[in-house]
């Protein structure tokens, strides 16, 4: 995964049988696919891989307990079934959860503990664990800090949490275990078509050299999230709209808002949606708003009434009100909702969370909603097109149980860096044989040298952002903490890079820019 070397063999590479452009969880996923079947494949990224909302979510691998109320069975069996499959194939990234629905009104434990079990009952054997009705001291002994006037109990229920950037990186990983390759800061700029009007591959540019390529392909995937309108406008300009953003909030804050090692969920807000306060690497996620917005952008900002709303809504289950103050990061990420075809003033929450699949004129393969769970089914679906449209070799998929790069049992959660799998023995032996990179980053948490180091070498991080993001995740945990890390990570990325000083300082300043993002006032 050295970036230069890989510029140097897409010169010489004139064709490739699939090209995937969108670097989040569904292009990540068929390019796994599409590798791992034999195809050649590459995929481009115009920014770092999952920048944006791949690496913005709630850090939920689940069914979707809400759409199993508004009776969406379909849509729940297959996340269930995928959750599964996740939970099998990158135990080191995906664990089960306890969450716990605090109950407040006499009818509330039965008519939940009724609906949670059809949600096991729907999960069959991929369940991770049964949902069971509690006593309000269980309840308060799992979570002390949620609230204890007029408790009458709870429901405990399983799903999964994972880490949505490190997963997306071991799928980048595990692309290029099977033959793939992927590159970030790659922008598509234009589609190739032959005589008959069909697309033939992808004019793109190195964002970060200027330098223009043409990658001719059999069939061209368009999985840019968000953005799939504008790309389907260069090649169909007068087509309609499939997207329709909506902007999804966290916060992030200590764990002794919770105190436990459980979650909570928290069914209707006064919104109708429901907030989760999920334990994430030793802090909790406050989450999540649903706002829709008209225009996507690639660093989206949270509103304050956003914030104001996730506070004011933990505040009424928990028993110390978080305050603005308490909040160490707030993040941003649009959701990739299927535009619906009538009735466009419907409100977001309601629009249906399945994907969508479109085949163009030309041949280009479009797939825009879904969400992370369903990642690996949507990329099955993906190949499959490609085969029956763009005239590949039919071969079979075989990722549903293919082991995601990392794969580790038993991994030690204490640590943060459990998050690497099977690698945390690479990192330690890259320490030993080097000695040095054990230094921590920061007094107050466990990034390590190293895992600088490890972003750069192994993991095509190019930026100050790339690292502190989504590689240790330190801007998405405590923003002033990774402001406080961004020197360091700088030096030892112009050193790995061989950068000069000036760059050092401008990766400073642009990461500090980006990190004030990050804060609540």
């Avoid at 009818?107 to 503990?113: A, D, G, L, M, Q």
């Avoid at 999964?160 to 992927?182: E, H, K, M, P, Y």
């Avoid at 690698?423 to 320490?431: A, F, G």
């Amino acid at each position: 995964m050295k970036r230069n070397k890989l510029l140097e063999e897409l010169s010489s590479q004139k064709d490739y049988d699939i090209v995937i452009i969108g670097g989040g969880a569904t292009g990540l996923g068929v390019a796994v696919d599409a590798a791992s079947r034999g195809y050649r494949t590459i995929l481009i990224e115009q920014h770092d891989f999952s920048k944006g909302t791949s690496s913005r979510s709630t850090k939920l691998v689940h069914g979707g307990v809400r759409y199993l109320a508004q009776g969406d069975v379909r849509l729940v069996v297959e996340a269930l079934r995928e959750r599964g499959r996740m939970r099998r194939n990158a135990p080191h990234l995906v664990k089960d959860m306890r969450f716990i629905i605090g109950n407040y009104k006499w009818w509330e434990r039965s008519f939940y503990t009724i609906g949670l079990t059809c949600y096991d009952v729907l999960a069959g054997k991929m369940g991770l664990g049964r949902s069971l009705p509690m006593t309000s001291k269980s309840v308060i002994k799992e979570i002390p800090g949620l609230k204890k006037e007029k408790l009458k109990g709870g429901v405990v229920y399983h799903d999964g949490q994972f880490d949505d950037s490190r997963l997306a990186i071991s799928l980048v990983q595990t692309a290029f275990d099977n033959g793939g390759t992927c590159i970030n800061y790659m922008k598509a700029t234009g589609l190739i078509k032959n005589a008959k009007g069909k697309v033939a591959g992808v004019d793109a540019v190195d964002a970060l050299t200027g330098t223009e390529y043409r990658i001719n392909a059999k069939s061209v995937i368009n999985a840019t999230g968000v953005f799939v309108d504008e790309l389907m406008g260069l090649d169909a300009p007068e087509g309609e709209k499939k997207v329709r953003p909506s902007q999804g909030v966290h916060l992030v804050v200590n764990k002794e808002f919770l105190g436990g090692k459980s979650a909570i969920m928290i069914p209707k807000t006064d919104d109708g949606r429901v907030l989760f306060g999920v334990p994430w690497h030793d802090k909790v996620v406050l989450g999540t708003t649903d706002t829709p917005l008209n225009h996507a952008e690639l660093e989206p900002r949270a509103l304050e009434e956003e914030v104001d709303f996730i506070l004011d809504q933990a505040g009424k289950y928990l028993a110390k009100q978080p305050k603005r103050s308490d909040v160490l990061s707030v993040f941003a990420g649009l959701r990739p909702l299927a535009a619906p075809t009538k009735n466009d003033g419907q409100k977001t929450k309601e629009i249906s969370r399945s994907h969508k699949l479109y085949k163009s004129k030309s041949g280009l393969i479009t797939i825009t909603g879904g969400k992370w769970t369903t990642y690996r089914e949507m990329a099955e679906e993906v190949v499959n097109e490609a085969i029956k449209t763009n005239g590949l070799p039919a071969k079979e998929c075989v990722t549903a149980d293919m082991r995601i790069h990392g794969y580790a049992k038993d991994v030690d959660e204490s640590k943060w860096d459990y998050v690497y799998g099977s690698d945390i023995e690479k990192i330690n032996k890259l320490i030993k044989k080097e000695g040095k990179y054990d230094a921590l980053l920061h007094p107050d948490y466990t990034f390590k040298e190293a895992h600088v180091v490890w972003a750069v070498r192994e993991e095509m991080a190019q930026t100050v952002e790339d690292v502190l993001a989504r590689r240790v995740r330190a801007l998405f945990i405590d923003a002033r903490a990774a402001i406080e890390m961004a020197p360091r990570v700088a030096a030892i990325l112009a050193e790995e890079l061989n950068k000069t000083e000036e760059w050092k300082e401008q990766q400073i300043q642009e990461f500090n820019e980006i990190a004030k993002g990050y804060f609540v006032s």
